[in-house]
């Protein structure tokens, strides 16, 4: 890659565990957090905010020139059950679901998406997982497909 490439494009990717699972409990996901952010630092992406919730991850990130959302999202799945796997932070087999969330972020709305993700215990006070990632494919013009990763 050319020195002289730049880019500017925020990311904020959603994705969750097995069958959308409840698995991390709140040691587990806080640890999960720092390594999430400790990797995106080793692969040369800037990571400014995540959040780990008991049964998905909400992170945003700046994609680098040289990644695609889909690699930089399967980086960040297989490194992060591999690691909670070696660590044995639950009991079992750790796995997230297929698939993904990715939705751009533009530069003028980066603090209120991260504060969105700094607020997430609060948000799932009164939405699951579910409803909130209906509404994320719904404000984005998507289709809606009710399957849960297997």
């Known amino acids: 890659m050319s020195v002289h490439s730049y880019s500017r494009c925020w990311i904020h990717l959603i ?9 991390l409990n709140k040691k587990a996901a806080a640890g999960l957090s720092g390594y999430l952010a400790e990797y995106a630092g080793e692969q040369a992406v800037y990571m400014k905010i995540n959040f780990v919730n008991a049964d998905h991850v909400h992170a945003l990130i700046d994609l680098p020139t040289g990644f695609s959302i889909e690699k930089m999202v399967q980086l960040f799945k ?6 909670v796997n070696s660590n044995e932070l639950i009991t079992g087999k750790f796995a997230w679901g297929r698939g993904y969330g990715a939705f751009s972020v533009s530069h003028s709305n980066l603090d209120s998406v991260a504060r969105y993700i700094a607020d997430q215990e609060e948000h799932h006070r009164v939405r699951t997982f579910t409803d909130e990632l ?4 719904d404000r984005h013009g998507l289709r809606w497909q009710n399957e849960v990763s297997r």
Do not use: A, Q
């Open 15 to 23: 994705w969750g565990t097995l069958s959308r699972e409840r698995i």
């Open 78 to 83: 297989g490194s992060s059950s591999h690691w």
């Open 134 to 137: 209906r509404e994320f494919i």
